[in-house]
């Protein structure tokens, strides 16, 4: 249950995340507030995470799958282009994420 409430709270910040895209600097109220609801029920959900995951698991996990996903989002939906350099730090990010969900938790 622990990483479905992860899973949940990394779904929800990536809709923020891309709600800030069209907030155009919280100027628009719909997405602003959109973003800002989605921001905190996301991070309700990562607080109750953590109470089971160990904290730099569930940060890796969060932001390597955030980046990857924003990336993607970022390309499909905004056009926007990635290059060599960037899809290497992508890599090295999901490696690091693995390595922490391998090898992060004492055992």
Do not use: D
């Amino acid at each position: 249950m622990p990483y479905m409430m992860l899973a949940g709270a990394i779904a929800l910040e990536l809709m923020a995340t891309t709600l800030l895209k069209y907030a155009e600097g919280f100027t628009k109220p719909l997405p602003t507030a959109g973003c800002l609801i989605l921001y905190g029920l996301c991070f309700f959900l990562l607080s109750k995470a953590v109470e089971h995951i160990h904290l730099g698991v569930a940060y890796a996990t969060w932001s390597g799958v955030g980046i990857v996903v924003t990336t993607l989002i970022s390309v499909f939906l905004f056009h926007q282009r990635v290059n060599l350099p960037t899809v290497l730090g992508i890599v090295l990010v999901l490696a690091g994420c693995v390595l922490m969900n391998l090898f992060g938790t004492p055992h």
